[in-house]
């Protein structure tokens, strides 16, 4: 290991960079997919399915990780000194 770089931190940055910055806007978007499912094959587009039960309270599960990450990551602001 090189004096002047740290390779575990790096690593751990990174980790941190890709959950934050694609896992959380990649779950937003699968929450939003299940609250708006697809159309129908052979329908117009304008006519899509409602949203069954399990799809919203899938969607609300994610939303919810999604506040508490964010809700998280404003504490570690904040807190730090």
């Known amino acids: 290991m090189n004096s002047w770089i740290n390779l ?4 751990r940055i990174v980790v941190v960079g890709l959950l934050t910055g694609a ?6 978007a699968l929450g939003l997919r299940l609250l708006n499912p697809a159309p129908l ?16 309270t899938l969607a ?13 990551g404003v504490s570690v602001i904040v807190n730090h000194r």
């Open 8 to 11: 575990d931190a790096i690593w």
């Open 41 to 56: 094959p052979g329908r117009p587009a304008t006519d899509r399915p409602a949203a069954g039960p399990l799809g919203r």
């Open 23 to 28: 896992g959380l806007p990649a779950l937003f």
């Open 60 to 72: 609300g599960l994610i939303f919810a990780v999604v506040l508490a990450a964010i809700g998280w």
